[in-house]
Nanobody, 124 residues
Framework: QVQLVESGGGLVQAGGSLRLSCAASGRTFSIYGMGWFRQAPGKEREFVAAINLSGRTKDYSDSVKGRFTISRDNARNTVYLQMNSLKPEDTAVYYC?????????????????WGQGTEVTVSS
């Protein structure tokens, strides 16, 4: 099993920045791609960003491209999401997810492991 623990959420004003972290533990050797998703109140969980095992392949949703950056430190079994120029519409619970298959994906069913989420609130 793999455990994922997110941190770094909080309250920030529009235009501000936050960095989310996701630390993996357990059978981390089984992890390949990792991703960030978010879920706003009353909405479905949506894809934010993903990164492959080497870190060379990244994917972003159109809504965050150019503002958010995903990265990973495999030595620390940690993935990060740097969020800049935050907007009120970025308010959501952010979830980290990990795949046990090669490659990255935008689809939630393709991720086997999930964290408990960290809340991000952007005030206007």
């Amino acid at each position: 099993q793999v455990q994922l623990v997110e941190s770094g959420g909080g309250l920030v004003q529009a235009g501000g920045s936050l960095r989310l972290s996701c630390a993996a533990s357990g059978r981390t050797f089984s992890i390949y791609g990792m991703g960030w998703f978010r879920q706003a109140p009353g909405k479905e969980r949506e894809f934010v960003a993903a990164i492959n095992l080497s870190g060379r392949t990244k994917d972003y949703s159109d809504s965050v491209k150019g503002r958010f950056t995903i990265s990973r430190d495999n030595a620390r079994n940690t993935v990060y999401l740097q969020m800049n120029s935050l907007k009120p519409e970025d308010t959501a619970v952010y979830y980290c997810a990990a795949r046990d298959s090669i490659g990255i994906s935008r689809s939630t069913p393709n991720y086997k492991y999930w964290g408990q989420g960290t809340e991000v609130t952007v005030s206007s």
